[in-house]
C-alpha cells in the first residue's frame, strides 16, 4: 500500500497569522511537522499544500517538497484533493497531517494507516478516550462517538448532543481517505449538520461515508494562538 502524507498549510489565520513560519526553538513550525511526519516509515513521501509563496520557499529552503494550491480552498481535505490529483506517482491513500502539531508523533500517523489494512476503510481518523471534565466541556474540543467496530455514529463539540451510553472521545483532527473516495468527498455540498456543528466530517456521514476511527493513546498540542507556542517549548525542552 503506498500513502502519501500532505500537510496542508495557510499563512492567513485569524487567531495567529503566519503561524507556519513562527520559530520554535529554531525551526519553523511547518518545519517541525513535516520532519515529523517523514520519521512514519509508513509514509511513501511527504509533501507540504500551500496557497503561499513564503511557505512554499521555506519549505523548498529547508529541502522539504511543497507543491502551490489555489487559494480558492475551503478546508485542508480540499487542499490535499488538490495536490493529490496532480500527482504522477501512483498511490492508494492520502493522510491529511494537521499544519499545526509540530511535535505530532509518527507513531500516530502510521495507525490512522492500518486503519486501511481494512479494504472496506473509506476514510480513517482517531480518536483518544477523555479522562477530565475540562476537555469533556471544552465546545473547541469535538468529540467523536463510533461503535464497537470503530465506524463513526457522530461528531459534535457539545456533550449535550451525544448520547450518555456512549464513552466521550475527544476526536483528533488527522484523516486518510482512498484516493478515488477524496476526489468525491470534496464534490459534495455542505451540509445541515456540518453548518451547525463547523465540522467537516459530518458532511461525509450525512452523505453516507464510512468513516473508521482508530483510538490512539498519543496526546496531541495543536498551535491556535501565539500563547500555544510556549506551551510546545515546555513540552520540547
Same mark, same amino acid.
Given at each position: 500500500?503506498?500513502?502519501?502524507?500532505?500537510?496542508?498549510?495557510?499563512?492567513?489565520?485569524?487567531?495567529?497569522?503566519?503561524?507556519?513560519?513562527?520559530?520554535?526553538?529554531? $525551526?519553523?513550525?511547518?518545519? /517541525?511537522?513535516? *520532519?515529523?511526519?517523514?520519521?512514519?516509515?509508513?509514509?511513501? &513521501? =511527504? #509533501? !507540504?499544500?500551500?496557497?503561499?509563496?513564503?511557505?512554499?520557499?521555506?519549505?523548498?529552503?529547508?529541502?522539504?517538497?511543497?507543491?502551490?494550491?489555489?487559494?480558492?480552498? $475551503?478546508?485542508?481535505?480540499? /487542499?490535499?484533493? *488538490?495536490?493529490?490529483?496532480?500527482?504522477?506517482?501512483?498511490? &492508494? =491513500? #492520502? !493522510?491529511?497531517?494537521?499544519?499545526?502539531?509540530?511535535?505530532?508523533?509518527?507513531?500516530?500517523?502510521?495507525?490512522?494507516?492500518?486503519?486501511?489494512?481494512?479494504?472496506?476503510?473509506?476514510?480513517?481518523?482517531?480518536?483518544?478516550?477523555?479522562?477530565?471534565?475540562?476537555?469533556?466541556?471544552?465546545?473547541?474540543?469535538?468529540?467523536?462517538?463510533?461503535?464497537?467496530?470503530?465506524?463513526?455514529?457522530?461528531?459534535?463539540?457539545?456533550?449535550?448532543?451525544?448520547?450518555?451510553?456512549?464513552?466521550?472521545?475527544?476526536?483528533?483532527?488527522?484523516?486518510?481517505?482512498?484516493?478515488?473516495?477524496?476526489?468525491?468527498?470534496?464534490?459534495?455540498?455542505?451540509?445541515?449538520?456540518?453548518?451547525?456543528?463547523?465540522?467537516?466530517?459530518?458532511?461525509?456521514?450525512?452523505?453516507?461515508?464510512?468513516?473508521?476511527?482508530?483510538?490512539?493513546?498519543?496526546?496531541?498540542?495543536?498551535?491556535?494562538?501565539?500563547?500555544?507556542?510556549?506551551?510546545?517549548?515546555?513540552?520540547?525542552?
Amino acid at each position: 500500500m503506498k500513502v502519501i502524507g500532505i500537510i496542508p498549510s495557510r499563512y492567513g489565520s485569524t487567531r495567529f497569522p503566519g503561524k507556519p513560519l513562527v520559530d520554535i526553538l529554531g $525551526k519553523s513550525m511547518i518545519q /517541525r511537522v513535516y *520532519e515529523q511526519s517523514k520519521k512514519c516509515a509508513s509514509l511513501t &513521501d =511527504v #509533501i !507540504v499544500a500551500t496557497d503561499d509563496s513564503r511557505i512554499y520557499n521555506h519549505v523548498l529552503g529547508f529541502g522539504g517538497k511543497a507543491e502551490m494550491t489555489s487559494k480558492r480552498h $475551503k478546508t485542508g481535505t480540499e /487542499r490535499c484533493n *488538490e495536490v493529490a490529483q496532480n500527482l504522477n506517482t501512483p498511490f &492508494d =491513500v #492520502i !493522510v491529511n497531517i494537521q499544519g499545526d502539531e509540530p511535535l505530532i508523533n509518527p507513531l500516530q500517523i502510521n495507525e490512522i494507516i492500518q486503519l486501511f489494512n481494512d479494504p472496506e476503510t473509506q476514510i480513517g481518523t482517531l480518536a483518544k478516550k477523555i479522562d477530565d471534565t475540562a476537555t469533556l466541556e471544552d465546545e473547541n474540543t469535538p468529540k467523536a462517538i463510533f461503535d464497537t467496530q470503530g465506524n463513526a455514529l457522530n461528531f459534535s463539540r457539545k456533550i449535550s448532543n451525544i448520547a450518555t451510553e456512549f464513552t466521550y472521545y475527544k476526536h483528533i483532527g488527522i484523516y486518510a481517505y482512498k484516493k478515488d473516495v477524496l476526489e468525491k468527498i470534496c464534490q459534495l455540498q455542505e451540509s445541515n449538520n456540518e453548518k451547525k456543528e463547523r465540522l467537516e466530517q459530518l458532511r461525509w456521514l450525512d452523505n453516507n461515508y464510512n468513516i473508521k476511527v482508530g483510538i490512539t493513546n498519543f496526546q496531541t498540542l495543536s498551535v491556535d494562538t501565539p500563547e500555544d507556542i510556549e506551551k510546545i517549548k515546555v513540552q520540547m525542552r
